[in-house]
């Protein structure tokens, strides 16, 4: 992995979480995007080199909210920058840990991104992601 390239956090409402996260970080949003494809709604702040991902669900099926159904709001996943991701995941296969995206999909902030299963990770959702090439 090449670097922690974010820290999701799942919240019920984006507004106040927005407002929230803003007077703890002392830095506004800079920029939301929706991904109908996983039902979310995503909001960025920047934190030195590292971002935090605030994610709202945008329907009930969505995986937010079926998450904050089970588990309630707060910390959702780390998200590893990586190159060349459909190796790394088949690598990491391989080496034992269950995948949740056999391929990477298309997410937020121009990546393409992939989930393994928390079971397999220490009970830590990780995403590993990579900047969309032009
Ligand atoms: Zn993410």
């Known amino acids: 992995m090449k670097k922690l390239e974010h820290i999701g956090i799942a919240v019920r409402n984006l507004e106040e979480s927005e407002a929230l996260f803003a007077r703890l970080l002392g830095t506004s949003s800079y920029k939301r995007e929706t991904v109908e494809s996983e ?3 995503t909001s960025f702040f920047a934190i030195g080199d590292v971002k935090i991902e605030l994610l709202a669900a945008t329907n009930a099926e969505s995986p937010i909210a079926k998450f904050i159904e089970k588990k309630g709001e707060g910390l959702h996943h780390l998200a590893f ?6 190796e790394r995941l088949n690598r990491l296969q391989s080496d ?3 995948l949740i995206h056999q391929q990477p999909k298309s997410g937020a ?14 009970s830590v959702l990780t995403e590993l992601c990579e900047e969309k090439k032009a």
Do not use: C, M, R, Y
């Open 96 to 98: 034992g840990f269950d």
């Open 39 to 41: 039902g979310v709604i």
């Open 81 to 86: 920058e990586v190159d060349g991701i459909q």
């Open 109 to 122: 902030d121009n990546k393409n991104i992939a989930f393994l299963h928390p079971k397999s990770t220490g």
